[in-house]
Every structure is written in C-alpha cells, then in structure tokens.
C-alpha cells in the first residue's frame, strides 16, 4: 500500500472581477491611493471655497477675517484623511472622529460626506471577525451619528445638504452603505467558515488515510509472523533434524554441509524478520482469504514432519465466524511454533478443540523448557493470542501447570460474537 501523499496547497477563491482581485491582493496600497485623492479633491475644494469670495483668502463678503477658519478647514481635512488610513485595524474610533469632522464641515463643503461614507461603509465591513455582536455595535454607532445630523440639519445651519429632505436622504444613502459593509464582512466570516471546514474535513481524510496505512502495516507484520517466521522455524527445525541424522557420516559431507548452510540461514532469516517486525507494528487488520479450522490438520502435519508429536481432539462443530476460525487457527499455529522453539524434546503434544461452549483451545506440552517460553521470545505471539482473544470478549494464557507448559485461549459463546 502505498503511503499517504502531501495535499497539495489550498487554492483560495478569488474576489470577483480585476478590480475586486487588485484589492484583495493589495489592501493597504488601495487605500493609500484611496486617501490621497480624497485629501487632494478635499482641500482643492477648500482653496476653491476661500478664492471665490472676493478679496484675499480667509476674507468674508462684508469684509471681515476669520483667517483661523480656513486653517482649521485643512487641519481637519488632514487630520480625517489620516485618520481613513487605519479603518481596517480600528472602524469605530476612525468612525467616530471622521464623522465628528464630517459634520463640523458640513458647513463649508461637502468632501467631509465623502470621508464619512468611507469611514460608515468600514463600521459595517472591518470589524474584528471575532466580535460577536459587530453588526449590532455598527447600527448603533450609526444611529447615534443619524441623530446628530438629523438635529443638525433640521436646524438650518446646515449649508450643504440644504434642508430636512436632503438631510434624509443623506441618512439613507449612508445607511446603505452601512448594510453593503455589514453584508461583505457576513460574507466574509461565511467563507472564512466554509475554507476552515473544508480544511478541517481534508485534515480527517488525510488523517483517516494514515490510519488505513498504519492498519495495513500493521496487519503485513502480523501475517508475516504468522506465516514467515513460523515457517521458517519448521525449516529450521527439519534441517537441524536432518543434519543430526546425517551425523559424522563422511559419505554424506557435502549434504550435512549443506543442510547446516540452510539451518543457518534461516536462523538469520528469522532474526531478520523479527528485528523488521518490530519497526511495522502490533495490530491485526483482518482481510480475507484466511486459514481455518479445517486447515489445522495440515498445518500439524507439518510440525509432525518437525518431530513434534502432536495428536489433535475435536469436539463439537467450529463457529461460522470467519474471523473465530481465523483466532483458533493462529493460536494453535503460536502454540506449536513455541513448542518447536522452547521445548526440549516433549513425549506428548497435545491439542484440544473444544466448540462444544464456545471455543476452548488448549495445547500443551511435557517438554522441559529450554527457556522461559514466549517470555524471552518477542512477546508478539502471545500479544496476538491476547488481542485476538480480546476482540471476541475471551482471554489467553501461557503458563505453566505441573509437569506441562499449557497455552489456552478461550472464547466465549454469546450472541453476536461467534455465532
């Protein structure tokens, strides 16, 4: 199976149109354009206001000075079109004070409406993603700024909007540029939403494909050990046997070299499998062909040939379950292989198959152990006898019993599991 491959970069939807895109890619250059025209128009219109009255700038009609006015019109122009350069990053304060000048100058021009139709269009769209209550925050800001304008405008100081159906309709317009912000920062929460989900679903499927390949890893190293290193162990074992008969016989020389050579080299085979084994893993995924409880026979054939004496005792008929017959098949298997390993030379072999209440398997053997069992080995045949008994709610066991060394695995009969 092969590995999981990297996924490849997300590609993110790109704002609509060329104009949308140029934006998107450079916010901050598109404001400081936006800004600088705005201040340039801003204060021509305040040096057009100043020279078409007559006499110098800051001179009235009736010849008065108010110099000062005219220096705090640029002041505040400056001030607002700086101010628009931080809407993104702080709405509500650069809101309130462009509004605030907006409608101080509404008296003497009409570009302070344009600062402030900017600056209500980035109450609605530019507000933290994490502020729950934004939209709420927005229409109150702007409501409170309605206010002033309608008092301001129904007052008749103001000289630009001209009166209360001009101050409404002022109202209007910069309430729809509210709800056109408002709507694009929605829908911007709404694809940031959707990328995260679908990036979370692509984490999990990715994820689930490393568990497939860890699960097939892991079932390679169980039906390697219980098909390669056990056997290997039976070859091992009739090479040595047949070595042992050959003796010292000169006539057979090449022949009893030669069994040695393959002796050996299944022993370094066997070697070489485990130290593998331990890199690929435990767990048993199951897949299908797999032995049964009708291949037992031949499978203790070859452990006869072994010089394991084996005898075999059935009762009652074996379980249905694929995946019980698969369990009864590997622990017998486990339990033979240990014999053949561990045990030096037992009289009596014996197998029992118990499907009578369930599935009792038992091997035991006379043999006087020349180690401590499986627990010198690996440990991986009775770690499997164990999780395969797990699976179907039974237990396993190796110990020892008096004068014999018995493994027994035990499943039990309830509904669901076997039948």
């Known amino acids: 199976?092969?590995?999981?491959?990297?996924?490849?970069?997300?590609?993110?939807?790109?704002?609509?149109?060329?104009?949308?895109?140029?934006?998107?890619?450079?916010?901050?250059?598109?404001?400081?354009?936006?800004?600088?025209?705005?201040?340039?128009?801003?204060?021509?219109?305040?040096?057009?206001?100043?020279?078409?009255?007559?006499?110098?700038?800051?001179?009235?009609?009736?010849?008065?000075?108010?110099?000062?006015?005219?220096?705090?019109?640029?002041?505040?122009?400056?001030?607002?079109?700086?101010?628009?350069?931080?809407?993104?990053?702080?709405?509500?304060?650069?809101?309130?004070?462009?509004?605030?000048?907006?409608?101080?100058?509404?008296?003497?021009?009409?570009?302070?409406?344009?600062?402030?139709?900017?600056?209500?269009?980035?109450?609605?769209?530019?507000?933290?993603?994490?502020?729950?209550?934004a939209a709420r925050i927005a229409q109150l800001a702007f409501a409170a700024f309605a206010v002033v304008i309608l008092v301001y405008g129904f007052s008749g100081q103001d000289q630009v909007l001209g009166g209360p159906g001009n101050t409404l309709f002022a109202i209007v317009v910069l309430f729809a540029i509210l709800v056109v912000g408002i709507s694009i920062r929605e829908r911007r929460l709404y694809v940031s939403a959707l990328l995260s989900h679908a990036e979370s679903l692509e984490r999990e499927q990715e994820q689930n494909a490393r568990l497939a390949v860890a699960d097939e890893r892991e079932h390679i190293a169980r039906e390697m050990h219980d098909v390669i290193a056990h056997g290997l162990t039976v070859m091992v074992r009739l090479a040595d046997g047949a070595r042992s008969r050959l003796g010292e016989t000169t006539e057979y020389a090449d022949v009893s070299r030669a069994v040695g050579h393959i002796a050996e080299t299944g022993r370094r085979s066997l070697a070489d499998t485990r130290r593998m084994l331990g890199a690929l893993g435990d767990q048993e995924a199951s897949h299908e062909p797999q032995p049964t409880v009708d291949q037992i026979p031949t499978l203790i054939e070859d452990y006869v040939r072994a010089g394991v004496p084996v005898s075999v005792h059935q009762r009652g008929?074996?379980?249905?379950?694929?995946?019980?017959?698969?369990?009864?098949?590997?622990?017998?298997?486990?339990?033979?292989?240990?014999?053949?390993?561990?045990?030096?030379?037992?009289?009596?072999?014996?197998?029992?198959?118990?499907?009578?209440?369930?599935?009792?398997?038992?091997?035991?053997?006379d043999g006087k152990q020349q180690s401590a069992g499986v627990e010198h080995g690996s440990g991986r045949g009775l770690t499997g006898m164990l999780q395969r008994a797990a699976i179907f709610g039974g237990v396993a066991s190796a110990r020892r019993e008096g004068s014999m060394w018995i493994v027994r695995f035990t499943i039990p009969d309830q509904e669901g599991v076997i039948q």
């Open 317 to 365: 008929t074996a379980p249905p379950s694929p995946g019980a017959q698969l369990a009864v098949y590997r622990t017998v298997q486990e339990a033979l292989t240990n014999v053949l390993k561990h045990a030096d030379s037992p009289t009596e072999v014996s197998v029992e198959l118990d499907f009578s209440d369930g599935c009792v398997v038992t091997v035991s053997d």
């Open 1 to 133: 199976m092969s590995a999981v491959s990297s996924s490849s970069p997300r590609k993110l939807p790109r704002p609509s149109g060329r104009v949308g895109r140029v934006v998107a890619a450079h916010p901050r250059t598109i404001d400081a354009i936006l800004v600088g025209l705005l201040a340039a128009v801003w204060l021509l219109a305040i040096a057009q206001d100043e020279l078409a009255v007559s006499g110098s700038i800051g001179s009235n009609a009736d010849g008065s000075y108010q110099g000062w006015i005219v220096v705090v019109r640029y002041l505040m122009a400056v001030i607002s079109c700086a101010a628009l350069l931080f809407r993104r990053n702080h709405p509500i304060i650069v809101f309130a004070l462009v509004a605030a000048i907006g409608v101080f100058t509404l008296m003497y021009g009409w570009a302070g409406i344009l600062a402030t139709a900017i600056a209500v269009y980035s109450l609605g769209a530019h507000q933290s993603d994490r502020a729950a209550r």
